[in-house]
T-cell receptor, first 115, second 112 residues
Framework: EAGVTQFPSHSVIEKGQTVTLRCDPI?????LYWYRRVMGKEIKFLLH????????ESGMPNNRFLAERTGGTYSTLKVQPAELEDSGVYFC?????????????FGPGTRLTVL | GQNIDQPTEMTATEGAIVQINCTYQ??????LFWYQQHAGEAPTFLSY????GLEEKGRFSSFLSRSKGYSYLLLKELQMKDSASYLC?????????????FGAGTRLFVKA
């Protein structure tokens, strides 16, 4: 079974530019999560999709961040315009619906550097 | 509020046993996870506890005390490949659903 994949693995952009991160969850997983880890800090929740619907987006830092999951399969996270403090590793995770443990399987992350 | 504390770093010797502690404060506790993360890689699931007690899985065991807001991860027969960060995460229920809150992680160094 293929795991969660993310693209790109690394992205280096300049302040003010736009970047779009992609996540492909494990096939059949309805739950999809975005997290961010800033250097030296803990992994922080950004948002949660159930299929194509946003269940919880309380962790999104501000309106420069836009997440979509059209069709309920892969998801994109766009940062526009990027700021220096957006640098970090963005993780995506997915889990099956209806499972009490809700074990989340993580992707390898996208390391974003904003110069 | 929500808070998870775990030591920043630990060092142990190959073949030994190490215990990584985690304390948490949440309003709607609904389970505790331990993840292992090697540098530059994805966190991988190790264990899940929702009831008090010890869950054993091979060389790894995880313990939970809900009344104390406390968990530990026990690693036996340490191997060099166990050098990694270990993340404690708590699932917190709220009106709209649930979310997973992570600690900052404990970096474990296993030496020969």
């Amino acid at each position: 079974e293929a795991g969660v994949t993310q693209f790109p693995s690394h992205s280096v952009i300049e302040k003010g530019q736009t970047v779009t991160l992609r996540c492909d969850p494990i096939s059949g997983h309805d739950n999809l999560y975005w997290y961010r880890r800033v250097m030296g800090k803990e992994i922080k929740f950004l948002l949660h999709f159930v299929k194509e619907s946003k269940q919880d987006e309380s962790g999104m830092p501000n309106n420069r961040f836009l997440a979509e999951r059209t069709g309920g399969t892969y998801s994109t996270l766009k940062v526009q315009p990027a700021e220096l403090e957006d640098s970090g590793v963005y993780f995506c995770a997915s889990s099956q619906a209806g499972r009490s443990t809700d074990t989340q399987y993580f992707g390898p992350g996208t390391r974003l550097t904003v110069l | 509020g929500q808070n998870i504390d775990q030591p920043t770093e630990m060092t142990a010797t190959e073949g030994a046993i190490v215990q990584i502690n985690c304390t948490y404060q949440t309003s709607g506790f609904n389970g505790l996870f331990w993840y292992q993360q090697h540098a530059g890689e994805a966190p991988t699931f190790l264990s899940y506890n929702v009831l008090d007690g010890l869950e054993e899985k091979g060389r790894f065991s995880s313990f939970l005390s809900r009344s104390k807001g406390y968990s530990y991860l026990l690693l036996k027969e340490l191997q060099m490949k166990d050098s990694a960060s270990y993340l404690c995460a708590v699932r917190d229920l709220y009106t709209g659903g649930f979310k997973t809150i992570f600690g900052a992680g404990t970096r474990l160094f296993v030496k020969a």
